[in-house]
């Protein structure tokens, strides 16, 4: 999950399977939770949102998972293959957007 | 292709001396915003903009300064650069609708020595 370390926290997955990458938030005002994607080199990219109103929220290959009561966020990816292979961060929005730190998602083959 | 471009990728510069790095975005979009991004400390805004000639400052906006006299531009200043602003910055646009949904550059790596 997210950390304030200087270290990113790493996850490692087998190709093929599912991915979960979780996060933190604060802010319980936030109304919308965001996931980003950062390839090497490249300037992040959107995933999916999910309102604060929301439990659950699915894209292609992705859904985005948000337990208010706990103040969690997670990010699945089914069937995980290289290309996933990137930082991810989560972020939230109240007045403005406040991003986390990242987790790297490393691909075994 | 809708995209965000900064200029330059890649600068190496001494301090004190003024620099410009600057972002243009070609999707028509009101909301645009500079971050750096340094290991351990993820994104940081700098500023944003929310239309032609309003800005606010960000998180951290000490030493830096922008501009938006144009929708589609948005430059971003080092009046005096220094080695602690040795980092990656980002340019991002996006609709005021959806602010949650950035659109990013690809990076400007930047070194003060």
């Known amino acids: 999950g997210e950390s304030v370390g200087l270290h990113l926290p790493t996850l490692s997955v087998q190709e093929g399977d599912n991915s979960i990458i979780n996060c933190a938030y604060s802010?319980?005002?936030?109304?919308?939770f965001i996931w980003y994607k950062q390839e090497s080199g490249k300037g992040p990219q959107f995933i999916i949102d999910i309102r604060s109103n929301m439990d659950k929220r699915q894209g292609q290959r992705v859904t985005v998972l948000l337990n208010k009561t706990v103040k969690h966020l997670s990010l699945q990816i089914a069937a995980t293959q290289p290309g996933d292979s990137a930082v991810y961060f989560c972020a939230e929005r109240d007045d403005k957007i406040i991003f986390g730190k990242g987790t790297r998602l490393h691909i075994l083959p | 292709e809708a995209q965000v471009t900064q200029n330059p990728r890649y600068l190496i510069t001494v301090t004190g001396k003024k620099l410009t790095v600057t972002c243009s975005q070609n999707m028509n979009h009101e909301y645009m915003s500079w971050y750096r991004q340094d290991p351990g400390l993820g994104l940081r805004q700098i500023y944003y903009?929310?239309?032609?000639?309003?800005?606010d400052k960000g998180d951290v906006p000490e030493g830096y300064k922008v501009s938006r006299k144009e929708k589609r531009n948005f430059p971003l200043i080092l009046e005096s650069p220094s080695p602690n602003q040795t980092s990656l910055y980002f340019c991002?646009?996006?609709?005021?609708?959806?602010?949650?949904?950035?659109?990013f550059g690809p990076g400007t790596r930047l070194t003060v020595t």
């Open positions: 991002a646009s996006s609709s005021l609708r959806t602010v949650y949904e950035q659109y």
């Open positions: 802010n319980s005002a936030s109304d919308y």
């Open positions: 903009s929310m239309n032609v000639e309003v800005t």
